[in-house]
């Protein structure tokens, strides 16, 4: 699958030294290349869920914006040139990334639980995980870091919260169609973070 080559040779450039710097440096161009070919297969493009779409990209940016300002949202962190160009210090990229995980993730629950409580929370769970593992990499991407090492407890409480309202309004608006490539690359970043976490702490350190 393209998805898997595409994965395979990220974690390649990575791993060389040579082409890590090339590797951070397309790292934000290589998000938004996935996130518009998952959306290119969404078959369902309904104004209720557009709109809601935009509000997940735009309250999303808006949060990271107030958080990276204060510190008081997630921690204190900052980004890095991994998800550059940056607004004040915050990712023009990092509203899309936000509706892209919300969206896979809720394509993904509604697989595997039934009721709508159930796919909420479900999904929501879901987006945490992927927090709790990227987390671990990030630094090493140069996406981004907090001052005190790994997150606070409140990144993973905020992540959660903000989770059950998107997926909240996905349920009002549902998406009725399925988007298999979405699925999928949840699962493929996933392993693309824990290999690329593997190879850092087994040779970065």
């Known amino acids: 699958m393209v998805y898997v080559r595409f994965y395979a040779v990220g974690a390649l450039l990575f791993m060389i030294p040579f082409t890590r710097n090339l590797f951070i440096s397309i790292t934000a161009l290589s998000l938004l290349l996935v996130i518009f070919s998952v959306f290119?297969?969404?078959?369902?493009?309904?104004?209720?869920?557009?709109?809601?779409?935009?509000?997940?990209?735009?309250s999303s940016f808006l949060l990271e914006y107030y958080g990276v300002a204060t510190g008081s949202v997630f921690g204190d962190y900052s980004y890095g040139r991994g998800l550059a160009p940056l607004v004040e210090g915050t990712p023009l990229i990092i509203g899309l990334n936000w509706l892209f995980l919300v969206y896979s993730t809720h394509l993904l629950a509604d697989k595997i639980c039934g009721t709508a409580p159930?796919?909420?929370?479900?999904?929501?769970?879901?987006?945490?995980?992927?927090?709790?593992?990227?987390?671990?990499?990030?630094?090493y991407m140069e996406m981004w870091s907090f001052g005190?090492?790994?997150?606070p407890p409140r990144n993973f409480v905020v992540w959660f919260a903000a989770s059950l309202v998107y997926h909240t309004g996905y349920e009002l608006f549902?998406?009725?169609h399925?988007?298999?490539?979405?699925?999928?690359?949840?699962?493929a970043q996933i392993v693309f973070f824990i290999v690329i976490g593997t190879f850092s702490q087994l040779f970065l350190k």
């Not at 988007?179 to 690359?185: E, G, K, Q, T």
């Open 40 to 58: 290119y297969f969404n078959r369902d493009r309904k104004p209720a869920q557009i709109a809601w779409g935009v509000f997940i990209v735009i």
């Open 118 to 139: 159930g796919r909420v929370l479900c999904a929501s769970l879901l987006m945490v995980l992927y927090d709790l593992v990227v987390e671990w990499v990030a630094p």
């Open 148 to 151: 005190s090492g790994y997150p």
């Open 174 to 176: 549902p998406l009725r």
């Open 178 to 187: 399925d988007n298999p490539s979405a699925r999928f690359l949840y699962a």
